[in-house]
Each structure stands twice: as structure tokens, then as C-alpha cells.
């Protein structure tokens, strides 16, 4: 993810340094909070919220953890406290629609309906259980980094994990039977 001589460069006191190690993983931070809270204008300011607590905790990380994970953590905690403190709101926002020669537009319709039903899906999960499946499989953490990162032991970690899957299926089946919506 981010090169340890820029860690310790910025950890050191190097300006740049520091605004390029937050440059870089800034999209990584959005991501994450976004896949958590479910819309936009919650993720941007957790986002943001994140990157200033990085500046200014900088010197707290130690080398014990991986930077990604010490990163996580910190992005993870604020999103759980945000998510806490307000009831999630779903963006109603149109989003623009890249058409792949390859695909039909109604396979691209189709694709599109399929990636909403698994946001609305993550975004049911109880948050503990989110939060496994963001760090899992939207972010490709290992299950140890994310044991690591919400300070889990690796068993819950996988229990979550399992649960989540469960929860997910049954959603998603009620979803293609047309049950949830509408």
C-alpha cells in the first residue's frame, strides 16, 4: 500500500512526506467509509474525518501493525461511531451507466439492479457484520487484517464472516423474488 520510508519520513516530521502518504490512501479511506455508511455525503466527511485523525495521530503508529491496518482501524472506529450516532439514509442519486460493447444494454440494466441489491444488502447487515464483509471483500483483507483492524479475535472474524454470507443469501433470494422491494 504505502511505502514504509514514507511512513517514517512523515512520521519524522516531513510535510510532503505526510501529504503524499495521505494522498495515497485517501481514495482507500472513501471506499471503505462509503461501503460502510451507504452513501455518499456520510463517507466524504467520515473520509475526511479519517485523513485529518492519520495527520495528526501520525506518530502513534507503530510498526507492529501493518500501515493498512493501523489505517482501517482508524477509518473503521469513526464509521462504526457515525453509523452509531445517525440512522444510515440511502442516496437516491442517478449514476451514470458505462456501456461495455461486449454486454447487452439490458445485460448492463440487469448487472445494474444485481450491484444495487448487493448495496441495499450490505447495507441491511447489523454493522459488525458489514464491516467484515467491506474489509473482506470490497477491500481484500485477509481474515488476520481484519481481526487486527476492528481488534477482533480471528474466530469472530470468521463467525461474522459466516453469518454475513448467511444474511446476504437470504436477502439477495428475497430481493429476486421481488419480496423487499417496492
Known amino acids: 500500500m504505502v511505502a514504509p520510508e514514507l511512513i517514517k519520513a512523515a512520521q519524522a516530521g516531513d510535510r510532503d512526506a505526510l501529504i503524499t502518504l495521505l494522498r495515497e490512501i485517501e481514495t482507500h479511506v472513501y471506499r471503505t467509509a462509503y461501503y460502510i455508511l451507504g452513501n455518499e455525503q456520510d463517507a466524504m466527511d467520515a473520509a475526511q474525518e479519517a485523513l485529518i485523525r492519520i495527520y495528526t495521530k501520525i506518530n502513534s503508529y507503530e510498526e507492529k501493525a501493518q500501515f493498512k491496518t ?92 459466516f453469518r454475513a454470507r448467511q444474511q446476504l443469501q437470504t436477502l439477495l433470494h428475497e430481493y429476486q423474488k421481488g419480496s423487499v422491494r417496492g
Open 70 to 161: 493501523w489505517v482501517q482501524r482508524i477509518v473503521t472506529n469513526l464509521c462504526i461511531d457515525k453509523f452509531r450516532r445517525s440512522k444510515p439514509t440511502v442516496s437516491i442519486e442517478q449514476h451514470e451507466m458505462t456501456f461495455v460493447s461486449e454486454k447487452s444494454v439490458e445485460d448492463e440494466v440487469i448487472s445494474a439492479y444485481i450491484a444495487q441489491d448487493i448495496k441495499e444488502a450490505i447495507g441491511k447487515l447489523p454493522e459488525h457484520h458489514r464491516s467484515v464483509v467491506v474489509l473482506r471483500y470490497l477491500q481484500d483483507f485477509s481474515y488476520n487484517e481484519i481481526a487486527e483492524s476492528l481488534d477482533l479475535p480471528l474466530n469472530t472474524v470468521k463467525s461474522y464472516l
